[in-house]
């Protein structure tokens, strides 16, 4: 029981490595996409669905902190909003068939526009003055994430079938 | 079967919804330093992004230096003819100098820069709003401490550095932050106000008295050293628009230009002897 609650935390730390290389590249490459693509939250995203809601959940604490320990806002906020993505991301798809492409990019679309509610209902909240919109653009964000989420598992579907076939 | 065995999840996610409510309440008033919870994990992920930013710019390089030699071309045509007009400039400034001040003054004057400027790069910017903060890749080992100016390779400002300084790593809070506050004057009206970001590339100049005078679009902004971090004289952008503030008629809202763009933000310049002084 310790060891797989230990080993749970350690990928879960493994999987938060990812998302900064991630939203590292992204910001070396081009600072302005950042805007529209958490990179934090496709890794949440796609290790919730894989792993189920209690690795969700850890995971989003650690993404969270993470992203609200690289930005000036409110330290915390990142971190409850992607606890409960992860969470309630594990927990519905234990529950409903997400493997199709279009059912998974369509439940990883709801469950970003529900994270993105509740990150702005929040900041409102706690710091209504830090809230910026960039014009609209950061709306996108939940439109990337599931792209990039759902093509994440295509990619991997590909793989696998690949290997399957060269067996 | 124990209760922690049938209600695990719920548990778990009550006691994580918890820990974030009281990490989130302990910070109000807001305003208060950093905590060291926060500052651990900034200190713990940091070296992780200057790796991987390392990578791509290792790859940046390879291309540019290997597979791109035409660009390196255009670039050796176009630096020479800049060194042309520097050189123009060198000679016309120390002629200048003579005439203005005596060696030695100019020796001492020069004395209070002499090691007071640590070059850094960035290696990332705000996961939020990359108009919030940047991070470079020189800390507390480098000199480096909180409240110092920081300006772009063009000399322009770009913000300050804040907590948490890491010892290789440190946060720079841009100018164009919503909670930044820089004094500023124009420079042919002498329009003097406290410019503040807004979280996007343009940034505001406030309390600028309407019956003031004067002012024009694309007027220069330079720091006026008064908020006694910034030290005065260094250009901070241009003046976009300038019309009567509608809410309070009695101050114009002026709309500035940052010089500084993330084109010019790879190497920066900060500033250990300033008014700041890293306090």
């Not at chain 1, 930005?71 to 906020?77: I, K, N, P, R």
């Not at chain 1, 679309?109 to 003055?129: A, F, G, H, N, Y």
């Not at chain 2, 791109?68 to 176009?78: F, G, Q």
Request: with cysteine.
């Amino acid at each position: 029981m310790r060891e797989t609650v230990l080993k749970d935390v350690l990928q879960a730390f493994l999987g938060t490595l990812v998302a900064v290389v991630v939203y590292s590249i992204a910001g070396a490459g081009a600072p302005a996409l950042l805007v529209v693509f958490n990179a934090f939250s496709v890794v949440v995203l796609y290790f919730s669905i894989r792993r189920g809601e209690v690795f969700g959940a850890v995971l989003g604490t650690m993404c969270g902190l993470v992203q609200d320990a690289f930005s000036l806002g409110v330290f915390g906020v990142a971190g409850l909003t992607k606890t409960l993505l992860g969470f309630w991301t594990g927990f519905v798809s234990r529950r409903i068939d997400v493997v199709p492409f279009t059912r998974n990019a369509l439940f990883m679309l709801v469950m970003s526009v529900l994270e993105m509610i509740l990150w702005l209902l929040l900041t409102v909240l706690v710091r209504p003055r830090s809230i910026n919109l960039q014009g609209g653009l950061v709306f996108l964000q939940p439109v990337v994430t599931a792209l990039l989420g759902s093509l994440l598992f295509a990619l991997e579907r590909w793989t696998r079938a690949r290997r399957a076939r060269g067996a | 079967m124990p209760l922690w065995e049938k209600r695990r999840s719920a548990l778990i996610l009550t006691g994580l919804v918890v820990f974030h409510g009281l990490i989130i309440s302990i910070q109000m008033p807001q305003g208060g330093a950093k905590s060291y919870f926060e500052r651990g994990i900034f200190f713990v992920y940091s070296p992780v992004q200057r790796l991987a930013t390392g990578a791509v710019r290792g790859v940046v390089a390879l291309w540019t230096n290997y597979f791109d030699l035409r660009a390196v071309r255009r670039e050796n045509v176009e630096l020479k003819r800049q060194n042309f007009f520097y050189s123009q400039d060198v000679r016309f400034l120390e002629d200048r100098l003579s005439l203005a001040a005596s060696e030695a003054e100019l020796r001492e004057s020069l004395a209070a820069f002499e090691g007071a400027i640590v070059a850094a790069r960035t290696i990332g910017v705000d996961s939020v709003n990359p108009h919030q903060s940047i991070i470079i890749d020189k800390g507390s080992l480098d000199g480096i401490a909180a409240n110092m100016a920081v300006c772009d390779r063009k000399g322009a400002l770009v913000g300050r550095t804040i907590d948490p300084v890491g010892l290789k790593e440190t946060m720079v809070q841009l100018v164009t932050d919503k909670d930044s506050r820089v004094s500023v004057r124009s420079t042919v009206d002498q329009l003097t106000g406290s410019m503040t970001g807004l979280s996007r590339d343009v940034c505001e100049l406030r309390y600028v008295l309407a019956s003031a005078g004067g002012g024009q679009e694309g007027e220069e902004l330079r720091t006026t050293g008064y908020d006694k971090i910034y030290p005065a004289g260094i250009r901070v952008g241009v003046i976009q628009s300038l019309v009567r503030d509608q809410k309070s008629p009695i101050f114009l809202k002026i709309l500035v230009k940052p010089f500084f763009g993330f084109d010019t933000v790879d190497v920066v310049a900060v500033l250990t002897r300033g008014p700041g002084g890293g306090g």
